[in-house]
């Protein structure tokens, strides 16, 4: 069942080149306004690796996420590794900027759409109690942020570079030690777990899923809106904020991000993996998820502010909800398909 | 002078925006010019406070009130530290201490909800409704009130009272707002620019017990000399008024409804008489270094002379201004009728308190920057003034109210309470309020300052047309009351 699933992943190791040189070009050039695509890539490409090599990284995977898990000092050794991406990441002008702007929109997006589902006891920890999946965490730009407000998260990605910043980065604030932490494997691994209930590292299911700037760098979007479901609870959410497939996202993520002004390389983003709302909309309610809200977000690289727009033309976020097995909770189906 | 402060405000604002990297890197060689911390040192304990308030006068206590009091920010552990003692109060004293302040409406409404208010209202405090301003040098006035002595235009309340209430509000936020008596700072290391490796990311505030906390947020909110400030290395712009100012307790002659607030502008500075109770006011006298020190060098009946002279004499006006102001008045009063109050003369001064004068000298200061990563200046610390329009306390209030809805907010986004963003909020919103109060307290002041003629009539006929126009006049409180 799992050979199945790995053979619809595409592409073989000519894009692990292609992440080495990304990365060189990325410190080559400064600030720029595209960069942040980059950096997901590099941080979210589990898709799209050999099937043999995958076999293989799987078990180097299992050994270091148990390391992980129960990681809470850091190796002195390994800081130095991490000193050069640990600036990256976390640096608020840097060239991860435009991903940190980006949780004066996403958060906010999380926490009042699961505050309308769960009512917060207290103000101060609006999220207590509900446990989080953030898929493709990267360094925890987002992780963080909603482990302060009082989720437990979880972070993966497949990239354990990313994993250690993110860790180092947290270990420091004492008051996320317990509400956050981090796994470097793949969500199918994941989801393997959680359903086939290996219960010795405490995963179960999931309040919520966020996917933020990932989607556009998956092949298999079907594997990951099934592994998603099975991940969730019934009545869970699922966040997901990706780009639009339209002329004018080609001509500004594409055109004049990699050809014009050629700030990107080309090559990086691919077009033809961007989905539209209504695509995706299709692709979940397939997969027994019902689309709550999809709202535009709109980039102002003179600000270097994001705010929220009516057109979804460019990027753009979208709430989902799993719909609830049994019938009685069809009334909340009812009153999302009247909403969407 | 004025001009270079705005300029080099805007400068640095704007300059910081393009020299983030360039100021950060000198951070980060201060930082290392007072050693980063290992992070294996762990100095003692794991324990990091979210927002550590330096200083527990009126402005850091109510800080720390407002956090405490926050429903956003009621998981954060918050710490006050202050190197004097506990402030109670069971009962008022019978007598009136001698330093007070203007609490404006707006400052009132910070307090109210806070909730230190109404212990403030059950101890002592004194509503004025009207305000009137005259001149030594002619006999140009303003008066200041609102709809008829309906409404009140402030309180004078005395700073003890303040600070005591808030002390007894922060009592009863105990479970997550500490505060810490007799700890003096002996230093504060600043964090890294980013995350380096072998360094603690928190601002580290180390005592004079010899105990290191560590804190995600610093407010400095220890007055005009700030420590926090200074080993900043925030350019301030400052200079000394060479005035000081003497204070005392005055007994009228007789009881009077006392709730007129009088201020006079005398060459050598201005005099103030503040109602603290029908029988009692204060007195502010500011004035040169050298008449201070005579004043406090009478005896008591020659003191209250000075004071009750300086009030009613006319000494200082010449017949040209005399004519001028007259002729002033009646061209205004062509133009608008409805003429502003008549002049009134303030009560006399029969006696003064006991052993109730004091003096000190009076600077004006403002900080270029309010802000640094993980760190915010609010009060005397970031903006000094002088006292003669009564702002300081409002100023610092109003600095607490900004600040704190600023992080109720970052926090219920989760976002790290000592990032730079809402920092940079809550400073581009207080100094666009308290850059044009400091430069109008300072213009007033040097205007008053001299009695040459030509001086004296413009000043004498901005302020009777001023007057006489009612809504510039409720502006101009407006602005003075939030």
């Known amino acids: 069942m799992f050979a199945n699933k790995s053979g619809r992943v595409m592409l073989g190791s000519c894009r692990r080149k292609a992440i080495s040189v990304c990365s060189v070009v990325q410190s080559l050039v400064g600030n720029n306004l595209f960069s942040w695509n980059v950096g997901c890539k590099q941080r979210t490409l589990w898709l799209q690796m050999n099937v043999a090599e995958r076999t293989q990284q799987r078990a180097v995977h299992r050994k270091l996420s148990t390391r992980a898990v129960h990681q809470t000092t850091v190796d002195p050794d390994e800081l130095k590794r991490f000193r050069l991406l640990a600036s990256k990441w976390w640096d608020e002008n840097g060239e991860f900027k435009a991903l940190h702007a980006m949780n004066d929109l996403r958060v906010p997006f999380i926490r009042d759409n699961l505050l309308n589902m769960h009512k917060a006891q207290h103000p101060g920890k609006p999220l207590a109690g509900l446990r989080v999946l953030d898929v493709g965490c990267g360094g925890g730009l987002l992780t963080e942020p909603l482990g302060r407000l009082g989720a437990s998260v979880l972070g993966i990605d497949p990239v354990e570079e990313n994993i250690g910043t993110a860790q180092l980065h947290s270990s420091c604030d004492p008051h996320l030690g317990g509400r956050v932490s981090y796994r470097a494997c793949t969500l199918e691994e994941l989801s393997a777990d959680v359903a086939g209930g290996e219960t010795d590292r405490g995963d179960t299911m999931f309040d919520a899923v966020v996917a933020s700037e990932v989607v556009e760098h998956l092949a298999d979007l079907e594997t990951f809106a099934f592994c998603c479901s099975r991940i969730l609870k019934p009545g869970g959410s699922l966040f997901i904020t990706t780009i639009n497939k339209t002329n004018l996202s080609y001509a500004l993520a594409i055109v004049a991000a990699e050809q014009l002004l050629r700030i990107v390389p080309k090559g990086t983003h691919d077009w033809e993996k961007f989905i539209s709302p209504v695509?995706?909309?299709?692709?979940?309610?397939?997969?027994?998820?019902?689309?709550?809200?999809?709202?535009?977000?709109?980039?102002?690289?003179?600000?270097?502010?994001?705010?929220?727009?009516n057109s979804t033309a460019i990027n753009y976020a979208l709430h989902a909800v799993k719909l609830a097995e049994d019938p009685q909770t069809d009334k909340a189906d009812n009153s999302a398909a009247s909403q969407s | 002078m004025l001009n270079l402060t705005r300029a080099s405000i805007a400068r640095?604002?704007?300059?910081?925006?393009?020299?983030?990297?360039k100021r950060s890197s000198a951070v980060k060689s201060v930082s290392r010019g007072l050693a980063c911390a290992d992070h294996s040192d762990g100095s003692g304990s794991n324990e990091v406070y979210d927002v550590i308030i330096s200083g527990g006068g009126m402005v850091g206590t109510a800080m720390a009130c407002s956090l405490g009091m926050h429903p956003k920010l009621s998981e954060k552990k918050i710490l006050l530290l202050e190197a004097g003692n506990k402030k109670v109060m069971d009962k008022v004293p019978d007598s009136y201490s001698t330093r007070v302040s203007s609490i404006s409406p707006g400052s009132a409404t910070l307090l109210t909800g806070i909730g230190a208010w109404e212990h403030i209202t059950k101890w002592r405090c004194k509503p004025y409704k009207k305000m009137q301003v005259w001149d030594a040098c002619s006999d140009a006035l303003i008066t200041f009130d609102k709809d008829n002595l309906e409404e009140v235009m402030a309180y004078i309340v005395e700073n003890d009272v303040v600070v005591a209430a808030l002390t007894k509000q922060l009592d009863?936020?105990?479970?997550?707002?500490?505060?810490?008596?007799?700890?003096?700072?002996?230093k504060y290391i600043w964090p890294a620019a980013h995350q380096a490796v072998r360094s603690v990311p928190w601002v580290q505030v180390v005592l004079a017990s010899g105990e290191t906390l560590q804190t995600k947020l610093l407010i400095g909110a220890d007055g005009p000399n700030s420590m926090v400030r200074r080993q900043l290395g925030i350019p301030t712009v400052k200079w000394n008024y060479d005035q000081s100012a003497v204070v005392a307790v005055l007994r009228l002659s007789e009881p009077t409804e006392n709730n007129v607030a009088w201020q006079r502008f005398l060459p050598t500075g201005p005099i103030a008489m503040l109602p603290l109770s029908d029988t009692e006011s204060s007195l502010v006298w500011s004035t040169s270094h050298h008449l201070a020190e005579e004043l406090m060098a009478l005896d008591d009946e020659c003191f209250v002379d000075a004071i009750n002279s300086a009030f009613w004499s006319n000494v200082n006006q010449s017949e040209l201004v005399e004519t001028a102001g007259?002729?002033?008045?009646?061209?205004?009063?062509?133009?608008?009728?409805?003429?502003?109050?008549?002049?009134?003369?303030?009560?006399?001064?029969?006696?003064?308190?006991?052993?109730?004068?004091?003096?000190?000298?009076?600077?004006?200061?403002?900080?270029?920057?309010?802000?640094?990563?993980?760190?915010?200046?609010?009060?005397?610390?970031?903006?000094?003034?002088?006292?003669?329009?009564?702002?300081?306390?409002?100023?610092?209030?109003?600095?607490?109210?900004?600040?704190?809805?600023?992080?109720?907010?970052?926090?219920?986004?989760?976002?790290?309470?000592?990032?730079?963003?809402?920092?940079?909020?809550?400073?581009?919103?207080?100094?666009?309020?308290?850059?044009?109060?400091?430069?109008a307290i300072d213009l007033m002041k040097r205007l008053y300052s001299t009695n040459t003629a030509p001086v004296v009539l413009l000043r004498t006929f901005g302020l009777q047309a001023t007057n006489m126009l009612p809504t510039l006049k409720e502006q101009i409180m407006a602005f003075a009351s939030k």
């Open chain 1, 279 to 309: 695509e995706l909309e299709r692709l979940l309610e397939s997969n027994c998820f019902s689309v709550q809200s999809v709202q535009g977000m709109m980039y102002n690289p003179a600000s270097g502010a994001w705010s929220w727009t």
């Open chain 2, 12 to 21: 640095n604002g704007f300059g910081r925006c393009l020299m983030a990297e």
């Open chain 2, 172 to 186: 009863s936020l105990s479970d997550h707002v500490q505060v810490k008596y007799r700890s003096k700072v002996v």
């Open chain 2, 326 to 439: 007259t002729l002033f008045r009646s061209a205004l009063a062509t133009f608008m009728p409805s003429a502003g109050s008549p002049r009134q003369l303030p009560p006399s001064v029969a006696a003064i308190g006991p052993k109730s004068r004091v003096m000190f000298p009076l600077g004006m200061g403002h900080a270029s920057e309010y802000i640094r990563h993980r760190v915010a200046l609010v009060g005397d610390a970031a903006h000094r003034v002088h006292p003669l329009a009564g702002q300081g306390a409002n100023l610092g209030f109003g600095d607490v109210a900004c600040l704190t809805q600023l992080l109720g907010q970052a926090a219920f986004n989760g976002k790290d309470l000592g990032a730079m963003q809402h920092l940079l909020e809550y400073e581009s919103e207080r100094q666009r309020h308290n850059l044009p109060m400091m430069a």
